[in-house]
């Protein structure tokens, strides 16, 4: 007879983000954040482990930083700003 078991040797914590919040331009993956005025800017990320719908963030971003979900209408945000400098 065999059994197979699973033990939790450690715990780790992961920064995961939504998979539709990322974005991919050539080899750079980046994500839209938000501070605390409202602005918007891109932050290139390093991306990990997929989890279903989620992706690992493991450099580029903290923990409690604000990200936006849809990076179509935070690049339309951000391209007036950008004109007007």
Known sequence: ????????IGQTDRLL??????IERSEVTGIYVLDSKGETSLRYVRPGHRFGDKIEILSGLSPGERIALDPVAASARLAPAEAAK
């Open 1 to 8: 007879m065999y059994v197979k078991v699973g033990l939790v």
């Open 17 to 22: 983000v939504p998979a539709t919040a990322v």
